[in-house]
């Protein structure tokens, strides 16, 4: 390709399937040899008095570098402002600018209704789709500039079924440009004017950083689309007549292992907990009993919750089983019609346990034709459920407590004992961890669910303000709060005998633990200067208690005001202290797969794309494994090319969805009442970077929690519930957070400079 003046010309007489407004454009030397030539040629051939002026250098719209951005492009330039709106171009090529670099002139495009970029593959994997980012305003360069995060179509290249008219229209122009450049990969500029013309503003090379080999793309949508067919039919043992896959509900995979994990980390995560452990959890705390049922979907690679049976597993088990029917399909209607709802579907759509205002959130069920007998036998039965999980001395998540103390015994019986040998130490690892750790944590993460929706609806009924919400949290004494305070107070070996298991990305083995690469995490000389986190206060007032506890009375839940928030802070903290605890056996197993790697001549970038599983089942026979091992691994690196091709929604509520889709606008949770404004980081191999800035962090993954020992300002993650370790975290801390933005925001404020969050008002700004 040649300049973005020359292409456009060229294309102007060619091209069928848009317009391309009148343009006159001239090099650097030629303004500077004779400006009011150049002057003449507009007023001559452009029929406006309002202009663009748009830069046009020959480094732009190359195939090895696109230089996007770089240069100064001016809107509403009048016919007396245009010497310097041209100077201004000029001027922003630099000191030494090519003279064959151009200035463009076109007409201001007016009347716009819809504009925006269309690109031809994806631009991160060169994947066959076609992604179209654009904004139905009048700003054309609001996409471009970032200052609107827009709207983004994702349509696949085998997708024949294309409905929206607009949209069709805009592939038929990418296609004709494909053939007109011979090129397959474009960058489209285009806009829509009120009277539904179509106009192409500019056409540049896409560079893809790592294009891979392109797959038989139909092919493999049919075949996820048939899995989401079989997965939507009636199920005689599930309630509910269809499901929902979603990446964010229930067990989040998006936040826990990412949206595209390697086969280890997928593989251990469905070992683990969603295989059958999160299911024993429910059964064992009153719900629904789905022990058959796997929770995650695997969609090529990409990991999905079954919305379906997630719901399900909310249900008590004492509910009629009409009116359960009734009540899951009214979930998965309340999801479809709030698709942004989809990372609090436990606080915003299901009802999984009793509540101070209970009553009144269940009479929205009324708008969906439940009756008063309905509805008070989903209240009575969510609050037998609930007082059989919270009581005082028989409530199940002691047991819990219990339990993942003798994990803590059972992990080093195990890890110590020297005559067995790796696969035998995984093996009972992980047996041990499901039976003594996940499963606990699972049911302690229920009760710590509980316990943050009872706060809230003290909060709901205006018993408690948000700001004691936040100091009640505050006041809690959770691992993380106690790894702060241990920095301070431990030297680095004894600080690193305790935490240095963790790592973020719990479930990768190749993300390194904190005593593997600790300078990459800390640093030492500063941390002993901090100044400690003060802890607020938590008190109830006399006339606080007495209206909790004539609730309590009202409603029947068996507990008084002490004994409710001592449960409400054991189940918070005892959540946090359980995974804190299994995470350790997780990571050692990664660890010892890593020296099972090293015995067998498997990289341990190899051993990322093994499944458990295909080791597991080699503990009870005396076949070597190793080759068949190796020969899998090389199996799954090919199948993970094809993960890395396949782009789906965040909720895949139709069939069709697994081809075309419009990303879902997402609601952030904003943690604390603070607002605050700072510079962005998001590139953490540089702590020092990390000092009052805002940073940035893919998932709420409690592998993160170094970054508490760097004085950030507040921190922005793409994914991550409300209740997330890393929201809890920031409550405690008092750190204003935004959790849980969606790919499409975080990546609009992640290219900031500098940006505002108010999170009282609960809005996040780019300044610039």
């Not at 630099?94 to 631009?123: C, K, N």
């Not at 192409?200 to 560079?207: G, K, N």
Request: contains cysteine.
């Amino acid at each position: 390709m040649t300049s973005k003046s020359q292409v456009l010309n060229s294309l102007k007489s060619k091209i069928k399937k848009a317009r391309i407004l009148d343009l006159v454009f001239f090099t650097v030397e030629d303004w500077y040899k004779n400006k009011q030539d150049c002057l003449d040629r507009i007023h001559n051939q452009l029929n406006t008095t309002n202009y663009i002026v748009r830069s046009s250098s020959r480094s732009e719209d190359q195939e090895q570098s696109s230089n996007s951005g770089k240069y100064e492009s001016l809107l509403n330039v009048s016919r007396d402002n245009l010497p310097d709106a041209i100077n201004q171009v000029v001027a922003s090529y630099g000191e030494y600018a090519d003279p064959q670099d151009e200035i463009l002139i076109q007409p201001m495009l007016e009347d716009v209704v819809m504009s925006g970029v269309l690109f031809t593959r994806d631009p991160n994997t060169g994947a066959p789709y076609f992604i179209i980012n654009y904004e139905l305003e009048g700003d054309t360069t609001a996409v471009t500039s970032g200052a609107s995060a827009g709207h983004t179509y994702v349509i696949a290249r085998s997708c024949n079924a294309l409905q929206d008219k607009r949209m069709l229209r805009l592939l038929d122009l990418a296609i004709e440009l494909e053939a007109l450049l011979g090129q397959p990969n474009l960058d489209i500029e285009f806009a829509y004017d009120n009277k539904k013309q179509l106009f192409l503003l500019q056409a540049r090379p896409l560079i893809i950083k790592s294009l891979h080999k392109e797959l038989e793309q139909h092919a493999l949508l049919s075949k996820i689309k048939k899995k989401f067919l079989s997965l939507n039919a009636k199920h005689p043992y599930l309630y509910g007549s269809r499901t929902i896959l979603g990446i964010m509900p229930d067990w989040n995979p998006a936040e826990i292992i990412g949206i595209r994990p390697k086969p280890l980390a997928l593989s251990l995560y469905k070992e683990l907990i969603t295989d059958s452990i999160w299911a024993y959890q429910r059964d064992n705390y009153g719900y629904k009993n789905l022990r058959s049922f796997p929770l995650l979907i695997d969609l090529m690679g990409l990991p999905y919750i079954d919305v379906r049976v997630s719901f399900n597993s909310f249900i008590p088990k004492d509910l009629e089983a009409g009116l359960a029917d009734k009540l899951v399909n009214y979930y998965l209607d309340r999801l479809e019609e709030e698709p942004f709802l989809h990372d609090k579907v436990e606080f915003d759509i299901v009802f999984s346990c009793h509540t101070f205002d209970l009553h009144k959130r269940a009479e929205k069920l009324k708008a969906y034709h439940f009756n008063d007998d309905e509805i008070g036998a989903i209240v009575t039965s969510l609050k037998n459920l609930t007082n059989n999980i919270i009581h005082r001395d028989q409530g199940l998540w002691i047991k819990d407590i219990e339990k993942i103390e003798e994990l803590k015994i059972r992990h080093e019986r195990i890890c110590n004992n020297d005559t067995f040998d790796e696969l035998t130490k995984i093996y009972w690892l992980i047996e041990e961890c499901k039976r003594y750790g996940t499963l606990p944590f699972a049911g302690l993460a229920r009760a710590g669910f509980i316990a943050v929706q009872l706060l809230n609806s003290m909060v709901a009924e205006g018993i408690l303000s948000a700001d004691e919400r936040f100091c009640f949290l505050n006041s809690l004494d959770s691992v993380s709060t106690q790894m702060t305070r241990d920095m301070q107070q431990l030297d680095k070996q004894h600080f690193l005998q305790k935490y240095g298991h963790l790592r973020p990305g719990t479930y990768d083995i190749l993300s390194p633990r904190y005593d593997e690469e600790p300078n990459l995490y800390f640093d030492w000389n500063k941390i002993k200067r901090m100044t400690s986190h003060q802890k607020d206060d938590f008190k109830l007032s006399l006339s606080q208690m007495r209206q909790i506890e004539t609730l309590l009375d009202e409603q029947g839940i068996e507990h008084d005001v002490v004994g409710l928030f001592n449960f409400m802070k054991l189940a918070i903290e005892g959540r946090e202290y359980a995974k804190f605890v299994f995470t350790k056996t997780l990571s050692d197993i990664l660890s010892i797969l890593k020296q099972f790697g090293l015995k067998n001549n498997i990289d341990v970038d190899e051993i990322a794309y093994m499944d458990i599983k295909d080791l597991l089942k080699h503990f009870s026979t005396s076949w070597d494994c190793i080759e068949e091992l190796k020969r899998n691994i090389q199996v799954n690196i090919e199948k993970y090319k094809i993960t890395n091709q396949i782009i789906l929604p965040p909720l895949i509520v139709k069939p069709e969805d697994t081809e075309q889709f419009t990303l879902p606008e997402s609601r952030p949770n904003f943690v604390t009442r603070k607002s605050l404004t700072a510079h962005v980081v998001s590139d953490l191999s540089d702590p020092e970077k990390m000092n009052g800035a805002i940073i940035f962090i893919p998932s709420a993954d409690p592998g993160f929690d170094w970054v508490f020992t760097h004085q950030i300002a507040g921190f922005i993650t793409a994914y991550g519930g409300v209740n997330s370790h890393m929201a809890i975290r920031a409550g405690e801390l008092g750190l204003p957070a935004v959790i849980g933005t969606g790919d499409k925001l975080y990546n609009q404020l992640k290219s900031a400079s500098r940006i505002h969050i108010d999170c009282g008002n609960q809005l996040v700004e780019v300044l610039h």
